[in-house]
């Protein structure tokens, strides 16, 4: 196995942010608001770096498909641990309409090229929420996949996820080259300390378009309206249960 | 109309400045101008005059002299307007001290250290334990904060001036505690290795430092000299072999006192005058390390605030100090310390500025969602006005921090008197900023949980220590009297040759008849400002004009006995304070006019607002200054004191009879 982790790192606006809608309802502000990693993407960049501490990967390729500001995310990675970074330079339109399809085409692509061991990915953007990027590199790739993976190690030549899911945890083993989608309680991310944002200086961020990776990255989605969630109404009181079985009625809900 | 004033005097013992007798107005052609003769100091050794008691001075320091700044054009813009000239070099354009990359390398750092300390560090908690906590501390040093401008390739991040200040400014906002834990470790206690240590020093100590293994500590303050430094009492003694020096002496008051590994320590050490072979007492600086035995330290101080920093007095007892731990010289110890805390001042400026900025956003969340009498209260006139000043306050503060650290990345290399300057106004600035804030949020504000009563406590120890507002004001004000009366010892040497010079005594003239009669000497700030500030920089020219005419006539008048008129001191220092105060607004509104900034029209409120009220503040205060009634004040208040001071307090009687 070639000990190279590949991990998926998205700029997104900061968690802390206010969100607010653009006056012509296409999409939502983002000139002059505070960005910063995704969080899953922190918690995946984490997990990678800890695996190489523990000698149990090589080396460690952060990877941001977005404009210039995408740099800043990729150095954010190196500064947690991460060896060097790949940006795959996405301007202007092309960049508003990205989406899990288009990323993930760009992962499955250099992770082939890059013979990548693992690729880590959060298990969603804050932005969109998809939750669909992981799964759709796998698929693309056709590898085994560890989604919601709280926690994971390796057993021999294969990875035992435990996932998050609905009914409770389920452990999973699988083969390697595999695609790993962190969820929250994996691990705890360190901070960036000063010295190591210093050293991430010296890194190297290789650049590069999703044409040189041969992909495609036309959107299929049209985005058609964007709009703030309604304002929450005041609910009504009701004395007994009669009134609540005709409030009920009128609203047609009984 | 030149003027010609006879202040003589034969009492050269100590003086720092000497007036010989005028010459008189028939003797050259264009009459007679006081001169200042034999003006010594240069610009840190201002700081000895103030400080030192006159037998310390000594003749030896008339050797001293660097000549150079007799005939040297200054570009300070401090030193220049006691002259009533405008140098412009180092405040317009506002500076921008960051090339690219270390622009956006310090915009890498300002995420994380702001996350630290709004996640990770607790100042209630630090302020309650009365340290910071122990995770806190490791966090700190983890992320590299106790080495920010130790050189990379010694173990620290190698940050400028204006980085640094763009951090300090973070920590400032959050915890002054741990402001001046990181400070007294850094800005002051080993910042005399990073300035002056050899190689050898700062190879062997600036790692373990960088890290935070080793702490360190500035030892000057002593139990009997506090602002008069150059009567401390340690001593340091030579070694007849000349390997090490014996350290006795106690040190009270030192923060990280309990803490340090590393001190750099003041000391006198007996030296021969290489002239006339008796021996005197100089100051010496040396690093001291714990690990050399003899060093203990007291517990920590309960203080009013900055209950997170730890204040010690350290002891040295019979403390063996190799000689290679010398910083510079024998008897250079004086000026390393004067140096050390001009170099480290701008960074209060900018901890201060952060400072106000997070109280300014408590009293407004306040102020914009507190109601009474049916009205959010910021509506209301009186509230109006303290968030207006307080805004004013934090905005000069930060363009005074700014300015100052963009300068010396720049390279200036005179910077002290505006330095000083910044203390003083943030110091001031603060106080006021948070105490108004409390008001603002009335009964609330007096609430330990609302977090602002700690900050009041916290900041009022910063008009306190590195040089108290009141010795620095004196400096302020004889630094820029020496600069003045050089000029004029300049103008004297012209006059010795008045053909060769006929342009500029010529020039001198009319600039002096121009002044008295009110009329522009053709100053201006003109092509510096942005258009649209140019009746604020008309405001400014003018004042710089009326407070150099009111120097020299205070200096005629005077001569060398203005170091004792410390009432005429302090308000010529205020309106140095204030003019300066005027032109680093007017550069920071000019610079955000000229590149269109969102806010430009805000900051051009901001800066003529202040500029029409400093300019009021400096012309009363230079009426005063000419006044013989301001003479009969301070002789009544040179009067009360003495009286209450004779009588052990208030002298009279009280109004009951009993």
Known sequence: MSGRVLVGVKRVIDYAVKIRVKPDNSSVVTDGVKHSMNPFCEIAVEEAVKMKEKKLIKEVVAVSCGPQQAQETIRTALAMGADRGIHVEVTGKEYETLGPLQISKIMAALAKKEEAQLVILGKQAIDDDCNQTGQMTAALLDWPQGTFASEVSFEGDKIKVVREIDGGLETIKINMPAVITADLRLNTPRYATLPNIMKAKKKKIANMKPADLGVDITSRLEVLRVDEPPQRQAGVKVETVEDLVSKLSEAGLV | ?658
């Open chain 2, 1 to 658: 109309m030149l003027l010609r004033k006879v202040s003589q005097s034969s009492a050269l013992c100590g003086s720092i400045l000497r007036i010989p007798p005028v010459l008189s107005g028939g003797q050259r052609h264009a009459g007679a101008v006081v001169a200042v003769q034999n003006v010594r100091l240069y610009a840190s050794q201002a700081a000895e005059a103030v400080l030192e008691k006159p037998a310390a001075v000594g003749s030896d320091t008339a050797g001293k002299v660097e000549m150079k700044t007799v005939a040297a054009e200054s570009k300070s813009f401090a030193v220049n307007i006691f002259k009533g000239q405008i140098a412009t070099a180092q405040v317009f354009p506002y500076p921008s001290a960051l090339n690219e990359e270390q622009e956006q390398f310090l915009r890498e750092l300002v995420g994380p250290v702001g996350k630290f300390f709004e996640e990770v560090n607790d100042p209630a908690k630090n302020d309650a334990l009365e340290k910071v906590e122990d995770h806190t501390m490791e966090g700190l040093k983890e992320m590299g904060a106790f080495g920010l401008q130790v050189p990379a390739d010694l173990g620290g991040l190698g940050l400028s001036n204006t980085q640094y200040a763009r951090l300090v400014e973070i920590v400032g906002s959050h915890d002054l505690g741990v402001g001046i834990t990181l400070g007294a470790h850094q800005s002051i206690g080993f910042k005399g290795i990073l300035l002056f240590g050899n190689p050898a020093q700062k190879k062997k100590y600036l790692p373990k430092l960088a890290t935070g293994e080793h702490l360190a500590a500035f030892c000057l303050t002593e139990p009997a000299s506090g602002s008069d430094a150059a009567s401390i009492k340690t001593t340091a003694v030579q070694s007849p072999c000349g390997k090490y020096f014996t350290l006795n002496g106690s040190k009270i008051w030192i923060s990280n006192g309990g803490l340090a590994e590393i001190f750099t320590v003041f000391a006198k050490t007996p030296m021969k005058d290489p002239k006339t072979g008796e021996m005197k007492d100089k100051i010496s600086a040396f690093i001291v390390e714990k690990s050399f035995g003899g060093v203990t330290h007291g517990p920590p101080e309960k203080k009013m605030g900055i209950k997170a920093s730890n204040t010690a007095e350290v002891y040295f007892d019979n403390v063996r100090v190799p000689a290679d731990c010398l910083l510079t010289e024998v008897g250079g110890g004086f000026k390393v310390a004067m140096n050390i805390l001009n170099n480290g001042r701008f960074g209060m400026a900018a901890a201060l500025s952060g400072t106000m900025k997070g109280v300014i956003t408590k009293a407004v969340d306040h102020a914009a969602n507190r109601t009474q009498f049916g009205n959010k209260i910021h509506n209301f006139g009186a509230i109006q006005e303290k968030m207006a000043r307080m805004t004013m306050l934090q905005y000069v503060t930060e363009s005074m921090a700014y300015m100052i650290s963009g300068n010396m990345d720049s390279g200036a290399t005179e910077f002290q008197i505006e330095a000083a300057i910044s203390k003083i106004f943030a110091s001031e600035a603060a106080w006021t900023v948070t105490d108004e804030c409390i008001q603002i949020m009335g009964g609330m504000g007096f609430m330990k949980d609302a977090g602002v009563e700690r900050v009041m406590r916290d900041l009022r120890i910063f008009r306190i220590f590195e040089g108290t507002n009141d010795i620095l004001r004196l400096f302020v004000a004889l630094n820029g009297f020496q600069n003045a009366g050089n000029q004029l010892k300049s103008l004297q040497k012209a006059l010795k040759n008045p053909i060769v010079n006929a342009g500029l005594l010529a020039e001198e003239l009319t600039k002096r008849a121009k002044r008295k009669a009110g009329l522009s000497t053709g100053l201006t700030l003109q092509g510096s400002v942005h258009p649209e500030l140019a009746q604020s920089g008309e405001l400014t020219t003018k004042a710089i004009e009326q407070f150099g005419a009111v120097i020299e006539e205070l200096l005629i008048k005077h001569g060398k006995k203005i170091i004792d008129e410390q009432f005429v001191l302090k308000r010529v220092a205020d309106t140095a304070i204030d003019l300066y105060a005027m032109v680093v607004v007017l550069s920071r509104a000019s610079r955000s006019l000229s590149q269109g900034n969102a806010s430009a029209q805000h900051e051009k409120m901001l800066c003529e607002t202040w500029c029409v009220e400093a300019h009021d503040r400096i012309m009363q205060d230079i009426k005063r200054l000419r006044s013989s009634q301001s003479r009969q004040l301070f002789k009544n208040l040179r009067a009360i004191s003495s009286a209450v001071v004779e009588n052990g307090g208030v002298v009279a009687p009280h109004p009951l009879g009993f």
